[in-house]
């Protein structure tokens, strides 16, 4: 499974003209990444000027022309928004209609670079956890370092998780983006459980190519990594994902359709039409 961070909440287009902000825009990197083989979107939302956003109209418009234009596509709304937004702030990201079948669950708190710190206390995971069961959503665990395994397990233990347990090992933001790290978190989560790998910057084709080797699904993006190689800006985030594919199919591994991702993730079939 491939998934595609087509736009995130920091990266800009001083440093690549291809971030995405309209919703014009964000739909036309959801279709470059959709028809080169990404089967999830993972979807964060700005304002026309670049300010990220989890308004629930400017998520609902965004997700309507990524539907008109990839309709089977796994959308996968953030529920971690920006640094500094407040926990409602990040839910309504969660209130689509359809209800969103796939989104985030940060389940821990980090350090985002300087004075930036992304705060998810055990409350808010063990909240964002209860909002996405009771709403039928399923989470996607972002976790940035082993802590946050053992925090999700805890969400887990107390019913608020259901089986199979989906993560995203996040590498690079706070913990190192080696290969021995990515073996580590892999060998820590319960039987039964699928992860995806992303890795930031200057690691993102090196955690990619990895995982791939390792059985696990890959993210790549603009919200990860600006770069198609060194010096090289991606014209798009569609360019990024015929990396990945480039790299799966070196490895011997096929490229999950939505259909299959679904399967995956046990995520029900949608009917789109
Ligand atoms: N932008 C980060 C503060 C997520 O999407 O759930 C949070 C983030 C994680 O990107
Ligand atoms: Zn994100």
């Given amino acids: 499974m491939i998934t595609a ?12 003209p291809a971030v995405p902000y309209t919703v014009e825009e964000i739909a036309r990197e959801a279709k470059s990444a959709y028809d080169a083989g990404a089967s999830v979107i993972h979807l964060h939302v700005r304002w026309d000027d670049g300010t990220p956003t989890q308004d629930k109209g400017r998520f609902q418009a965004c997700a309507s022309a990524i539907l008109d234009l990839c ?9 971690g928004g920006a640094v500094g937004m407040t926990d409602a702030e990040r839910l309504q990201s969660t209130e689509l209609e359809p209800a969103p079948e ?11 670079g300087g004075d ?6 055990d409350n808010t995971v063990m909240n964002f956890a209860r909002v996405m069961r009771d709403r ?12 946050m395994i053992d925090i999700a397990l805890k969400a887990e233990r107390k019913g608020l998780l259901l089986h199979p347990l989906h993560f995203d090992f996040v590498l690079g933001v706070q913990m190192s983006a080696t290969v021995r790290d990515l073996v580590f978190m892999a060998g820590s989560l319960p039987p039964g459980s699928t992860w995806t790998a992303t890795g930031l910057g200057k690691h993102a084709w090196t955690i990619a190519a990895a995982a791939i080797a390792m059985g696990g699904h890959v993210r790549v993006g603009f919200e990860d990594n600006l770069y198609l190689e060194k010096g090289v800006l991606a014209k798009s985030n569609g360019e990024m994902v015929e990396k990945a594919v480039q790299l799966a199919r070196l490895l ?5 359709t939505p259909a299959e991702a679904r399967r995956i993730l046990s995520l029900a079939e949608r009917q789109t039409n």
């Fill in 71 to 79: 309709p089977d596509v796994i959308l996968q709304p953030s529920t």
């Fill in 102 to 112: 796939f989104a985030t669950l940060d389940c821990g708190t980090c350090n985002f």
């Fill in 136 to 147: 039928g959503i399923k989470p996607e665990l972002e976790v940035f370092d082993k802590g």
């Fill in 116 to 121: 930036e710190i992304f705060v998810n206390s």
């Fill in 5 to 16: 961070a087509i736009c995130g909440a920091e990266v800009t287009k001083e440093q690549n």
């Fill in 252 to 256: 011997g591994r096929e490229i999950a």
